[in-house]
Structure formats: C-alpha cells, structure tokens
C-alpha cells in the first residue's frame, strides 16, 4: 500500500466532501504535532509535520535502504523504535513519545504493519516486533482482516500490508485466524468480478460499497501472493486476462488484479488521479505500487511501460514529495532488477539518504544534497503521503464511526 499527498489543502478539501463522520480520520496525537526540525538531529526522514505519515515514511525509508545494501542510521531506528506504544501498536507520530499511549492515541494497524516490515529488516529488535505482531493479531476482525483502525470494517490495502509483516517475518498468514478466518478470506473478498471491475480489488465508498480501486489492487496482489513491501520480480507468466471464478484462488485474484492494472496502465503508461472536478494529474505512487505488483505477480517484463515512465518523469516529483517518494522508487527499483542508483540519471538512494541522518559508514558530505529550492518544496510536502490514501483512510474510519453509531458489531478491542 503506498501513501501520498498532493498538498495537506487537497487532502483537508477532499475530507470535507467526504463529511463529518470522517473528520478525526488519522490524527495521531489529541494535540496538534509540531514539525520535528532538522530531520538529521531527530532522527526522522523528511522535515514536513510527521503528524500523518511519520512512521510510515520512516519505514519505507529504511526499508528502501535496507534493500539497496544499505545500513541504516542507529539514530533513524530509535527514532521508529522510540514511536511504539507498551502494548506493540504504533500510531501515525507521536509527539511525545516517552509519555504513555493512551485511549487517545489513535494506533493503527498501516503504520504498526510497516514498522514490523522495517525493524525484522534492519534486525536487532524482536521483542518490538512480536510485541506489534501481538497487537496485530489482537485486532483481527472476525471476517479475517483488518481496517486501518481497530474495528474498523477490513479492507484490502490494510490487510494486504497485515500480510505483508506476517510473511516479513515468517509468520504464515493462512495460520493468523479469527472466527477460523484467515487473512486470504478477507482479502478474496475484496476481490472483484471480472466482468464488471476488471478483476480489481475494491475499496468501500462512502456507502461501504467495493469500487475498483487501483492503489487498492496494488496491495491487493502483493497480499494475495503473500509478500510485503519489499519484493522481487516473480516467476514469468504470461498475460492471460481476466479469469473468472466464482472463487478465485490467490493466484487467480493476484493474475486478475494485474491484468486490471495492466489494462489502467497500457494507454499512457502511468495510472492517473483527481480531486473532485479537477483535471486528472499522473499519480506517481500508485505508478511505482503497480510495477512493484506487476512485477512481483508476472515477472519484470509486465512491469517494463510504466517503469520506463516513472525512470524518465519521477525524479522532480520525488524532490516535491520527499523520502517516501524515493522509497517507493527505490522499490520499484529493486522488484524489476534496476539499478537505484541509475534511475533515469538519479541516484534515488542518495537523494532518500540526504533527507535524513546520514547511514551507518558514510558521512553527511557523501549524501546527495537538495538546493535551496528542493529543501523549500521538501518542507511544503515531503510525507509522501497521497490524497486518496488520506481520504481512503478518513473513509474507512468514517464508516467504523458509523457502524459504532449505529451499534452493529464494532467492538473496540486494545
């Protein structure tokens, strides 16, 4: 699943449409963060307010360079470690995290799932890890799945990146049951018809009805063929559409979920989104999430139009965006077997190391450096975090508030 923003207006704007019952949507802490500062003193990647996506960006990070052979600075981990609450959940940023969590503090199954995938990747840090496994596991719903927050009604993109740290970590997810529902279960459910959606996975409307949904077929196929955010190209398979079943295995729902990207993809290359009556604008990060499962689902060959684009039109908005936006890249980079470091004439790993502290064995001097200007845009929306994911997100919390309104089985659990 893979997290961007346009601009914090596009995203307020985007939640008011939306309406009330979406409103508290992810805040991570009862009172409003303040920017961390310099990123390099403080350990995070990135100097926008870390409020909404500061542990997810930071994880990605690490996880980008941890598979482009790098080892990470000890200051960068203890800054993720430093985020967790005493019972395993993480939140989104935590201002203060050497106060206590407390019923307040809005823990979430994305971020918590993403830091599990980065600390088993760095090592050294078991004990968080089983600790947020547990969590996790804790909030299972009963259909087998997970929603952004607890209780909250499953979704693909919140199971997909559930699996994604169950399998990180050598955890089986056919065996993490609920209700004698493991996360497949839900997931396939999420799975949609050939004929109508293309094969695609869904994410629940305001209604809490399934619509095709790219981002969500992304994660949807990552989890349906049990692999995380870090993957790479799988076996060749060749392109054979759409299949319909009336009960897809996870392969089948995987191949169909690619086959509805690859056919979003095959006029201009890159997946396209748009704000209310705006016009559509290309959409960078799910671009870099649909080669990643493209690539993962049939080999490096299905993934080659879109990562061509993204080689030749990504770097500046990469600059906009900040440190998540080089993971994602760098990502994508390493599930098709390119070079990171040549990325269309970037060193996309340079540039993610000059956003934070400096790694383990290499000094600030040898990072990337961002001009005047870059650092000016990296400030103004670095997180990485989209629209869509935001207002997903705002959504899915929005329908858990109204199930919990209407008293139809939401029960909260710690």
């Not at 290309?282 to 061509?308: I, R, S």
Request: some cysteine.
């Amino acid at each position: 699943m893979n997290v961007r923003r346009r601009s914090s207006a596009a995203a307020l704007a985007a939640i008011a449409v939306i309406g009330a019952a979406a409103a508290p949507a992810v805040a991570a802490d009862p009172s409003p963060s303040k920017p961390t500062g310099t990123s390099g003193k403080s350990g995070l990647y990135g100097s926008a307010d870390p409020q909404f996506d500061g542990v997810w960006r930071q994880s990605l990070a690490l996880l980008a360079q941890d598979t482009a052979g790098v080892i990470p600075s000890s200051q960068a981990v203890k800054w993720l470690t430093d985020q967790q609450c005493d019972n395993g959940a993480f939140a989104p940023f935590r201002a203060d995290p050497a106060g206590a969590c407390d019923a307040k503090t809005m823990v979430d199954t994305n971020s918590t799932a993403a830091a599990v995938q980065a600390l088993w990747a760095v090592g050294g840090h078991g004990d968080a890890i089983k600790d947020a496994l547990d969590w996790l596991k804790s909030v299972q719903n009963k259909d087998g799945g997970w929603g952004y927050t607890p209780g909250s009604p499953s979704e693909a993109n919140s199971t997909s990146v559930v699996i994604g740290a169950l399998a990180a970590t050598e955890t089986d997810p056919e065996t993490v049951k609920k209700g004698g529902k493991s996360p497949y279960d839900a997931l396939l459910a999420s799975a949609l018809p050939c004929a109508k959606d293309g094969g695609a996975f869904g994410y629940p409307d305001q209604d809490g009805k399934l619509v095709a949904n790219a981002d969500a077929t992304a994660a949807g196929v990552l989890g349906a063929l049990g692999t995380g955010l870090v993957t790479e190209a799988g076996k060749k398979t060749a392109d054979a559409g759409c299949t319909t079943a009336d009960e897809p295995t996870r392969e089948q729902a995987a191949a169909n979920g690619a086959a509805y990207l690859a056919d979003a993809l095959a006029e201009d290359g890159h997946l396209k989104s748009a704000l209310g009556g705006s016009t559509e604008q290309p959409d960078y990060g799910n671009t870099a999430d649909a080669v990643v499962a493209l690539a993962a689902q049939g080999g490096a060959d299905k993934a080659a139009k879109p990562l061509a684009w993204l080689e030749k039109n990504a770097a500046k908005w990469a600059k906009e965006s900040g440190p998540a936006a080089y993971a994602q890249l760098i990502l994508a980079a390493h599930a098709t077997g390119t070079d990171p470091r040549a990325f269309g004439g970037t060193d996309l790993v340079a540039e993610l190391n000059a956003t934070g502290p400096a790694p383990q064995g290499m000094a600030a001097k040898d990072t990337a450096t961002a001009s005047d200007d870059d650092t000016k845009d990296e400030k103004k929306d670095d997180s990485g975090f989209g629209v869509w994911w935001f207002v997903g997100v705002c959504l899915v919390f929005g329908i858990g508030i109204g199930f919990l309104l209407s008293g139809r089985n939401k029960k909260q659990q710690p």
